[in-house]
């Protein structure tokens, strides 16, 4: 069955970075689309980027371009999501997400940006 197992989040102060990591399994990677999204307390989930299966294209929300960048290995069956200068509006839940016949999510990491 598909699972998506996230790591990397935790505490960092304004300014700082974070790499978050989602270990997939049960489909075939290097053929599927991936993507990060984030929701916040009393918000809306939103997507906060998206890279191509094998991984030649990127896009990203107006809020982190320029400061996140998401990558894959496919050879190790996971995505990636670099985080730099990290504000506290990025505070969130982050989850691992794929659409492989269905909707698949991961349980989520949190990223808490806090001086």
């Known amino acids: 069955q598909v699972q998506l197992v996230e790591s990397g989040g935790g505490l960092v102060q304004p300014g700082g970075s974070l790499r978050l990591s989602c270990a997939a399994s049960?489909?075939?990677?290097?053929?599927?689309?991936m993507r990060w999204y984030r929701q916040a307390p009393g918000k809306e989930r939103e997507l906060v980027a998206s890279?191509?299966?094998?991984?030649?294209?990127?896009n990203y929300a107006d809020s982190v371009k320029g400061r996140f960048t998401i990558s894959r290995d496919n050879g190790k069956n996971t995505v990636y999501l670099q985080m730099n200068s990290l504000k506290p509006e990025d505070t969130a839940m982050y989850y691992c997400?794929?659409?492989?016949?269905?909707?698949?999510w991961g349980q989520g990491t949190q990223v808490t940006v806090s001086s």
């Open positions: 890279i191509s299966s094998p991984g030649g294209s990127t």
């Open positions: 997400y794929v659409r492989w016949g269905n909707n698949y």
């Open positions: 049960g489909f075939t990677f290097t053929n599927a689309a």
